[in-house]
């Protein structure tokens, strides 16, 4: 047997990585927000494949803004 690190999210989710974790407890945050915009008019990206796309961009975009916050 082989212990290992893992992060846990606030709903509970497991992470072997600690950027995933973060990326994902930053969505849990701001997910209505991020949905609204998608789901707006200002959202040229309606497609499947392209909201996905947008969502894991806007929220890379703001743990970028966290992380180099001065």
Do not use: C
């Not at 309606?46 to 894991?56: E, G, N, P």
């Amino acid at each position: 047997m082989k212990e290992i690190q893992a992060f846990q999210t606030s709903d509970g989710k497991l992470f072997d990585e600690l950027l995933q974790a973060q990326r994902h407890e930053l969505f849990l945050k701001k997910q209505v927000i991020v949905e609204e915009f998608l789901d707006g008019n200002l959202n040229p990206y309606q497609a499947m494949a392209q909201r996905s796309i947008a969502r894991s961009t806007i929220i890379n975009w703001e743990l970028w803004k966290v992380k180099n916050a001065e």
